[in-house]
């Protein structure tokens, strides 16, 4: 078996020798190149706009204003298309915009022979605004006197519900109440390879669009619906890609460059973005306030949760609000016995628009909701891990919000595991009553998820398996590889169910919508989850095939066959080979008489959603007059179900502990709140820990069997994000008994409250 | 603007007209050797580096005609005979891969890093230091730290 | 691709401050690290390029006979903390410069430019200020030489009139020996980061007694800066806790932190004051001195 043992990935070879093609990788003949005219103001419209210099310039083939692009509003969010009109995201954007939105807008595009050439034309456009109020957070944009960012106004949706019980009686009932306000920053996923797409046409209506996409499928409907042309037109091929975390789950250049080739007679032109534009000009996470409330019995008896979150879209809505209602939602599986009630506003802003980012909306949730769970826990004087111990879900509790069993549920144990690891018991002991300058803390925090997106969207997987020739498989998937290692899991799963070893299964990890079975990509950790019963499938179909094969070549029934190490054996004698897969597939291409291409062609829904947990333990040191923070140990534990590939769960884990290290303690995407203009828009700037930064990382599992998987597995490539940030603000609390409610927990902020506690 | 140059890629000597105006990296990509990634172009990120007469430079901020002379090693050049180096043979046991765009600049940093310092034990803290011009950010840096612990006990105990 | 309009490589010092000279727009390019990212950026001013990366001789770090160490402006910061006689005699200039960036960055940016593009976050500006560093330039008129004391005219102002070119720098003996000398980088990251404050102290320390403190800020004024009120203060005091607290009061007079995005006024002071004590208790350790 190689589920749950950790064979070499797929595209490990591919990658340290750079033989990985990535977008930018791949030029054609006759490139041209894109260069976007940005807005030098946060608000307004445009008043003037003079591109003769620019189209004088050496090298410009074209230059493309609002004026030239088409009328036709669309929505850019990587949601599967819905049938239901109340549930459709919303369409408001142009190709290029007169009302620039935020300090970046897209006014006019320049098309050059060299991607220098298009930016030094780009630089030449000239630009005039009638500038308008900027509205950089709620407290502006939902004043009374606050101009419309678009048309419906600055509300994108509201939103509310309670689930388990009255609210009211639960908190009045309860021996404490605490509240407080947290909050969360506008983070940017900073994937190592910015944005990039081009296009060409193979006639006069079929455009090729190669991208650096999480969602091939949902891309290649978004660029139909924005040029309003037959979907079946466009072809969307995603190569290998640097990193998304969310930020590709978007469709951001696609039909730019899509709209461009058709204005240019299907040459191929590309479209990259700088560091600096993708920074500000591709989505970011929304930032988030957290009004919360707890409610606890003095035994540590969880009455309560209720939060109330304004969440920040931004210029556009992007996944807008869908990420508080899914952060929201994917939080009841934590506290299922209590009452929780959940209420959140999202509006638009002048600042860059937010979208999907790891692990959507949770981490912004559960901030709030495990820094008040610290809080009411010390409150009734109680130990953090003891109170969440009792309160945390257990096997069959009851989702109050969905109504259904949770199957499986390994949060004790990981709260148990990592108490241990830690050394907490001890450990609190020794940090009790410390004073002077430099003190140590523990903090703890847990998480729930999803793992997908259904009953929200649909959950629809496909997978392709073929006989190959020399008795291996080639394995398509619409599912996308972006870096998770999903090609190689799928394979680990292929090879078990069909009998094979894994170094006989090849993965495409190219998708090419007009060859790769249907999926809706990279998101939601949903991957493994909802592609497993498709492979599963498949590779039972293939399974059959061949044995059916074999029973035409040997008569043996087939019943009384089985695949084992590559070859088709005795069912009750796996020693006796019957014939190796190469045999029977170089039989079944080449017999004049008998058989075919052995195949199988699956599409999978799923109609289940499982929740994964996990929590983090922290150790951390804090230099008061120094406002630092020092990281000694960190541990994640996940229930994430059966581990497929130890190694790379183990890697997401890692990954995601380091992106919430940032978001915790250094990152903010930062605007003038007086002009909107962004601050911090490169790598310099905007602080991604460096490999100095990070602490050793510590991560293990409890490896639950969930009943609704393929392969006993839940999510596991969002959630390792979303508890580290709770925890270190609890460790923070813990080590000087000041409350930092926001993030980050940057030297700046620790001085401001250092000094407002007194300890400075 | 052109100018003649000639270097050493990977072990091939190349004469070249170069635009004085190119990057190395812009150079190095136009003769295919696409591992040399841009992340920032401004030298923030380490997903170009190349060594370049063993030292690793950032290849988006070095301008073309510096290499003029110059023997440069790009992660292409590092197997050889379809053999993985050990420093690639490390990162692909390690689980230091994960999307691989940053990958082919911390390989070649690997590589001069466990050249300098050859027989030494190294702490993880030298190891961050000796790393920390490259951004990775989907391993939390863990893996590769490993991978470099690897590679380094490979090579001390050859 | 950049866009460079004009590029000349230098074949030597002399051909240099000619090409210098002959353009009013030419700037010089050392080890690219600032200069070619102010290009990516489309900046207007960096178009006319006078590239020195052949003049090997500013490359060297040597030792005159009158015991100066003498840093070639072109010498990459790795260069500089690797070499012995940096090592042997002016170790703070390494620390310094150690703390610039990354690897790959301290492998090309050179003390050379860290000084003339007149950085307020420059890292070896601190040292160098500790150090009283002399800057050997020339141009077409001839050499002469300039202390880096008031060298600093303003955020990225220098004086350095057009043509000249800084070929290297002096340290003279009276300015390294018996001296202890630390550098702190007080910045978000441990890496690839700007100082959000930089500090730099050298201590003479005579009988227990504090005989000279030379103490040096970047990001603290509109130019790095000695302190010379706190310096002042020290003088003939005993190296202990008080005299570090009265330090650090006393800095107050010396700086002018302003308030910007990354960083309030407030805080700049902060830690303003926090360095004093750390880095001069740093500086002490150095020459086997400890705060009473």
Request: glycine share 8%; aromatic share 6%.
């Given at each position: 078996?190689?589920?749950?043992?950790?064979?070499?990935?797929?595209?490990?070879?591919?990658?340290?020798?750079?033989?990985?093609?990535?977008?930018?990788?791949?030029?054609?003949?006759?490139?041209?190149?894109?260069?976007?005219?940005?807005?030098?103001i946060a608000h307004g419209t445009v008043s003037r706009i003079d591109t003769s210099a620019a189209r004088s310039m050496d090298g410009v083939e074209a230059v493309f204003t609002f004026e030239d692009v088409p009328d036709t509003l669309f929505a850019t969010a990587g949601h599967p298309h819905s049938l239901d009109p109340d549930h459709v995201d919303v369409a408001d954007r142009l190709l290029l915009t007169k009302h620039v939105r935020y300090h970046g807008d897209e006014v006019a595009i320049v098309v050059a022979s060299s991607k220098l050439a298009a930016k030094e034309a780009a630089r030449a456009v000239v630009v005039e605004y009638d500038e308008l109020p900027v509205c950089v957070d709620a407290a502006s944009a939902l004043a009374d006197e606050a101009p419309s960012i678009h048309a419906d106004g600055n509300v994108i949706k509201s939103h509310e519900f309670i689930a388990g019980g009255d609210l009211n009686t639960a908190v009045d009932g309860a021996d404490a109440v605490i509240s407080g306000q947290y909050h969360t920053p506008v983070v940017q996923h900073c994937h190592m390879e910015n944005h990039i797409a081009y296009a060409y046409m193979?006639?006069?209506?079929?455009?090729?669009?190669?991208?650096?996409?999480?969602?091939?499928?949902?891309?290649?409907?978004?660029?139909?619906?924005?040029?309003?042309?037959?979907w079946g037109n466009v072809r969307v091929i995603k190569p290998y890609i640097g990193g998304g975390f969310g930020n590709k789950q978007d469709v951001v250049l696609e039909p730019m460059v899509a709209f461009l080739t058709t204005r240019l007679d299907g040459r191929p032109i590309k479209l990259e973005l700088d560091r600096e534009e993708c920074m500000t000009s591709t989505r970011t996470?929304?930032?988030?306030?957290?009004?919360?409330?707890?409610?606890?019995?003095?035994?540590?008896?969880?009455?309560?949760?209720?939060?109330?979150?304004?969440?920040?879209?931004?210029?556009?809505?992007?996944?807008?609000?869908?990420?508080?209602?899914?952060?929201?939602?994917?939080?009841?599986?934590?506290?299922?016995?209590?009452?929780?009630?959940?209420?959140?506003?999202?509006?638009?802003?002048?600042?860059?628009?937010?979208?999907?980012?790891?692990?959507?909306?949770?981490?912004?949730?559960?901030?709030?909701?495990?820094?008040?769970?610290?809080?009411?826990?010390?409150?009734?004087?109680?130990?953090?891990?003891?109170?969440?111990?009792?309160?945390?879900?257990?096997?069959?509790?009851?989702?109050?919000?969905?109504?259904?069993?949770?199957?499986?549920?390994?949060?004790?144990?990981?709260?148990?595991?990592?108490?241990?690891l830690i050394q907490w018991d001890e450990k609190k002991r020794r940090f009790a009553n410390q004073e002077g300058p430099v003190r140590r803390?523990?903090?703890?925090?847990?998480?729930?998820?999803?793992?997908?997106?259904?009953?929200?969207?649909?959950?629809?997987?496909?997978?392709?398996?073929?006989?190959?020739?020399?008795?291996?498989?080639?394995?398509?998937?619409?599912?996308?590889?972006?870096?998770?290692?999903?090609?190689?899991?799928?394979?680990?799963?292929?090879?078990?169910?069909?009998?094979?070893?894994?170094?006989?299964?090849?993965?495409?990890?190219?998708?090419?919508?007009?060859?790769?079975?249907?999926?809706?990509?990279?998101?939601?950790?949903?991957?493994?989850?909802?592609?497993?019963?498709?492979?599963?499938?498949?590779?039972l179909e293939l399974k059959t095939s061949v044995l059916e094969y074999v029973r035409e070549m040997t008569g043996k029934e087939t019943a009384s066959l089985d695949i084992v190490d590559n070859n088709v054996v005795a069912a009750n004698q796996p020693d006796c080979v019957i014939a190796s897969l190469a045999d029977v597939a170089i039989d079944a291409y080449y017999h004049k008489q008998r058989g075919g291409q052995l195949t199988a062609d699956v599409s999978h829904k799923t109609r289940t959603n499982a929740p994964s947990f996990g929590c983090t333990f922290v150790d951390l040191e804090v230099d008061v007059p120094m406002c630092k923070i020092h990281i000694h140990q960190i541990f994640n534990v996940h229930d994430a179900g059966q581990i497929i590939h130890p190694l790379l769960a183990e890697g997401q884990v890692h990954g995601g502990m380091g992106m919430a290290v940032g978001m915790a303690l250094f990152e903010e995407l930062l605007v003038n709140p007086d002009n909107g203009r962004v601050l911090n828009n490169n790598l310099l700037d905007y602080k991604i820990p460096t490999f100095v930064d990070i602490p050793d990382l510590g991560c293990s599992f409890v490896e639950t069997m969930e009943p609704t998987a393929a392969y006993g597995n839940k999510s596991l490539g969002e959630p390792p994000i979303i508890s580290p940030g709770p925890a270190i603000r609890n460790a923070i609390l813990d080590a000087t008994g000041v409350a930092v409610n926001r993030m980050p927990m940057s030297p700046k902020v620790l001085f401001t409250h250092f000094h407002d506690a007194g300890l400075l | 603007m052109k100018r003649a140059i000639t270097m050493t890629v990977n072990n091939r000597k190349l004469a070249l007209d170069i635009d004085v105006r190119s990057s190395l990296l812009d150079i190095l990509r136009e003769q295919g050797l696409?591992?040399?990634?841009?992340?920032?172009?401004?030298?923030?990120?380490?997903?170009?580096?190349?060594?370049?007469?063993?030292?690793?430079?950032?290849?988006?901020?070095y301008l073309a005609a510096w290499a003029d002379g110059k023997n440069v090693r790009t992660v292409e050049g590092e197997c050889r005979h379809g053999k993985l180096s050990p420093v690639q043979q490390a990162y692909v046991e390690a689980g230091a891969v994960q999307c691989g765009f940053c990958t082919p600049g911390l390989v070649m940093t690997t590589t001069s890093f466990l050249e300098r310092n050859k027989g030494k034990k190294l702490s993880r803290e030298e190891i961050r230091v000796g790393h920390a011009g490259n951004l990775c950010r989907c391993t939390g840096y863990e893996t590769i730290v490993r991978a470099v612990e690897l590679a380094a006990k490979k090579q001390n105990e050859e | 691709m950049f866009p460079i309009e004009k590029y000349h490589m230098a074949e030597s010092v002399q051909d240099a401050v000619r090409a210098l000279a002959e353009d009013e727009n030419a700037r010089v390019i050392a080890g690219g690290t600032d200069v070619l990212i102010r290009l990516h950026e489309g900046h207007k001013d960096y178009r006319n390029l006078v590239d020195i990366n052949s003049l090997d001789a500013l490359r060297r770090i040597w030792q005159e006979d009158d015991g100066s160490v003498c840093i070639g402006a072109l010498a990459s910061f790795t260069e500089i903390m690797d070499h012995p006689l940096v090592q042997k005699f002016v170790p703070v200039i390494g620390?310094?410069?150690?703390?610039?960036?990354?690897?790959?960055?301290?492998?090309?940016?050179?003390?050379?430019?860290?000084?003339?593009?007149?950085?307020?976050?420059?890292?070896?500006?601190?040292?160098?200020l500790v150090h009283e560093v002399d800057l050997v330039i020339e141009n077409v008129d001839g050499e002469r030489t300039e202390s880096v004391i008031g060298f600093h005219a303003g955020p990225g102002r220098v004086n350095l009139k057009h043509g000249d070119l800084l070929k290297y720098f002096r340290i003279r003996p009276e300015n390294y020996?018996?001296?202890?000398?630390?550098?702190?980088?007080?910045?978000?990251?441990?890496?690839?980061?700007?100082?959000?404050?930089?500090?730099?102290?050298?201590?003479?320390?005579?009988?227990?007694?504090?005989?000279?403190?030379?103490?040096?800020?970047?990001?603290?004024?509109?130019?790095?800066?000695?302190?010379?009120?706190?310096?002042?203060?020290?003088?003939?005091?005993?190296?202990?806790?008080?005299?570090?607290?009265?330090?650090?009061?006393?800095?107050?007079?010396?700086?002018?932190?302003?308030?910007?995005?990354?960083?309030?006024?407030?805080?700049?002071?902060?830690?303003?004051?926090?360095?004093?004590?750390?880095?001069?208790?740093?500086?002490?350790?150095?020459?086997?001195?400890?705060?009473?």
């Open positions: 078996m190689t589920v749950g043992t950790s064979p070499i990935r797929k595209d490990a070879v591919a990658k340290v020798t750079g033989k990985a093609r990535y977008t930018d990788d791949f030029t054609m003949p006759g490139m041209l190149h894109a260069a976007y005219v940005r807005s030098t193979d006639d006069f209506e079929h455009i090729v669009v190669v991208t650096s996409t999480q969602i091939p499928h949902i891309c290649r409907r978004v660029v139909g619906q924005a040029l309003d042309m037959p996470r929304h930032s988030a306030i957290l009004d919360c409330r707890a409610a606890a019995d003095e035994d540590g008896t969880l009455k309560a949760v209720d939060v109330a979150m304004t969440s920040n879209t931004g210029a556009y809505a992007s996944h807008g609000h869908s990420i508080p209602s899914a952060g929201g939602a994917k939080s009841c599986n934590l506290y299922p016995r209590s009452v929780i009630r959940f209420s959140a506003l999202t509006h638009y802003s002048n600042i860059p628009a937010a979208g999907a980012m790891r692990a959507y909306g949770s981490p912004q949730v559960i901030f709030g909701l495990e820094c008040a769970l610290e809080d009411i826990a010390r409150k009734i004087g109680m130990d953090s891990v003891d109170f969440r111990i009792k309160n945390v879900a257990r096997k069959m509790d009851i989702n109050p919000l969905s109504n259904k069993p949770i199957r499986s549920a390994g949060i004790v144990e990981c709260l148990e595991k990592g108490r241990e803390g523990l903090g703890v925090a847990c998480f729930s998820y999803g793992s997908g997106t259904y009953p929200v969207c649909v959950e629809i997987a496909g997978c392709r398996l073929i006989l190959n020739q020399d008795g291996s498989v080639h394995m398509q998937v619409g599912a996308t590889e972006i870096g998770q290692g999903s090609d190689t899991a799928f394979a680990q799963m292929a090879a078990d169910t069909l009998g094979i070893s894994y170094d006989k299964v090849h993965v495409v990890t190219t998708q090419d919508t007009d060859v790769s079975p249907f999926d809706t990509g990279a998101y939601a950790s949903r991957q493994t989850y909802v592609v497993a019963p498709a492979v599963k499938k498949a590779a | 696409t591992s040399v990634k841009q992340g920032c172009g401004v030298g923030e990120c380490g997903a170009c580096t190349v060594l370049v007469d063993d030292i690793p430079v950032d290849s988006c901020i | 620390e310094a410069v150690a703390t610039v960036g990354g690897p790959q960055v301290r492998n090309r940016g050179t003390m050379g430019g860290n000084i003339c593009n007149g950085a307020v976050s420059a890292d070896s500006a601190c040292a160098a020996l018996n001296m202890g000398a630390a550098y702190y980088k007080y910045a978000m990251r441990e890496a690839m980061d700007i100082a959000t404050i930089g500090c730099a102290a050298g201590l003479h320390v005579t009988d227990g007694a504090i005989s000279e403190l030379r103490l040096a800020y970047t990001v603290s004024a509109p130019t790095p800066i000695r302190c010379a009120e706190a310096e002042l203060a020290a003088k003939g005091q005993p190296l202990n806790k008080t005299t570090l607290g009265n330090i650090a009061q006393t800095v107050e007079q010396d700086v002018k932190p302003r308030t910007s995005w990354r960083a309030t006024k407030e805080f700049r002071m902060h830690v303003i004051r926090t360095l004093a004590a750390k880095v001069i208790t740093n500086a002490a350790w150095k020459i086997g001195e400890k705060i009473a």
